[in-house]
Structures are given as C-alpha cells and as structure tokens.
C-alpha cells in the first residue's frame, strides 16, 4: 500500500467544476455495473451535478474535451476494471481527472489506492476528494506506436498467458479464468531470453526469463515485486525472473506471494526511468500492459511523470 507521505502534488477541484461524465463499458449491458453506475448518477444529480452517463468511448471523450474546454468538467469516472483505466488513461484529454469506480477481477489501481468502491463512496469521492499527479508509464513498439498504462508491462510467459486468455474469452474474466492458460502455457512456453538495458546502466545487459516492468508497486493478488516503486517518483521497477520452465515458474510465483523473490539470485531488482526490451531467441515475443494484450518485442518502456490525474480521498493526516 502507497504510504500517504510518498503523495504529492495533490490539488483541489474548483466548485465551478460541476460536470461528471460516467463512461461505463457497453458490455456491463443491464447487469450490476450498469445498475451501480445508475445510482452514482442519480446520487450526484441529487447534489447539484450534471451528469451524462454513456457507453460510446467517443461520446465520452468528446464530452470530456467540451466541458474541459469550458472549465467546468470535474472528472470521468471509470466504471470497470484496471483495463478499463488504461483505456480512458489513452483516450482522454490529459488535464482530465479521473475517477476510478472498480467493478473488475483484480482492481489493482483501486486495491492500491484504497479507493472506495460503492455509489454513496464514489459520490463523496468526486464531490470532496481531491487530484494527485501520477506517474503513467508508456510502451513504444518498434514501427514507432505507443499506449500508455497505469500499472505495469509483462513480458514472456506473463504476456503469453494473457494473449492465450484473451484469444479463447468468451465471456465474463474471473480469478478461476486464469487457471487453465497459466498451466497449458507454462508446460509449452519456450522461455526465450529477454534482454533489457536502459540509458542508465551504461552498456550493462541484463537477461531474465521473465520481466515484469513496474509503474505501481502492485500485482495481482496484492503481489509486491519492486518495494522502492512510488507512484510519483519518475521511475520504473524491473523485476527479472533468469531460470526457466514449470518448476521454476511455480517456484517463481510462490516467492511472489510469500515476498521472498528478492533474496534469491536469479532474481534481479532494478529500477530506471527507461528501458529497452528485445530477443534474438524470439524477436516478436508477446507483451502485455495491466492485464491486457498488448505489442510484441522489442519495445521501450518509460515513464511519463504525473501525467495520469487520479482522484483519491482526501488525506486524513
């Protein structure tokens, strides 16, 4: 959990700021998150606010951008999960706030930051909470494309399983949903060698097996990998797993959850504001960014400091 102290940059919203767009994914159809998100606006129309809530990403932005223009958009909530996050975090004007209102499997951004997760909370949220700068990270693939994300990037056989989950979906994600393509994938995985360099390791490459790329020091499952990560201190965490195959990877994950990954040495912990990734064994092994399937190697990875506006409750200290 972020201690309150490593938060800075915490601004207040202007009274005049009195329009919400809730952007609720056209999937939730008339199910919970649709009827949740229902009662956050009528909760906050019984307050004073206007409120539009949709399900077109366009509408959404274009909302966003006219009420920004006005000075009088006081955020966008996100009705979903932490891909949902990431996909507002892309799309949205970057001096829109952003509320996140958890409805996926994991929530790890929500999970991290205590966010409140019922109307009532969210409502009081939006109307007294206040904006932290912080820090997003970007992946940029070789032909020049790039997203950004909230979380994290995985490369390998992370990336590989979600890529396999999201090829065979054919519906709702649960936890239980991973199962079957982290066990099919481990056993068949090639395991290439992935190697990773920054600017600021001079011409030092470091190999691992398994990378994970951290912009919030939170995985699934409440999972820490790299302790010196914070939200606002322009850097990246680099976790590297070096040893390859299933027993390793089920060793591997069992030091995750019982935080002991870092005593061992074939597991490395760096951290630098950018780096490279690429594979001579697979030059187009899979990435992934919060949960979701992203590019192929090679690819850079960086951060873009306080560029994601985060709304969180107002400090009690």
Known sequence: MPDCSTIHETETISDEARHVVISLNPKAGRGPSRKLAE????????????????????????????????????????????????LLLNQLPAAANLCVFPQGTENVLAKYFKLP???????????????AKIDAGRITQANGDSQLFCLMVGCGVDAAIVHHLAANRTGHITKLSYLHPIWKVIRKYNYPRLLVTSPEWDDEVLEARVLFIMNIDRYALGISMTSQTTPQDGRLGICAFQKRGVFHMLRYFLLLLTNRHRKRKDCFIRYAAKVEVRSEDMPD?????????????????????????LMLPVSSD
């Open 117 to 131: 997760k019922t109307p009532e909370s969210v409502a009081a949220l939006i109307e007294t909470g206040q904006v």
């Open 285 to 309: 092994a899979p990435t992934q960014i919060d949960g979701d399937p992203c590019s192929t190697l090679p690819i850079t990875v960086e951060t873009v400091p306080s560029r994601l506006r």
């Open 39 to 86: 009662q956050l606006r009528d909760i906050l129309c019984t307050r004073g606010y206007h409120v539009h809530l949709e399900t077109d990403l366009a509408t959404v932005v274009s909302l966003s951008k006219e009420h920004l223009k006005a000075g009088t958009l006081r955020c966008v909530v996100g009705v979903g999960g932490d891909g949902t996050q990431t």
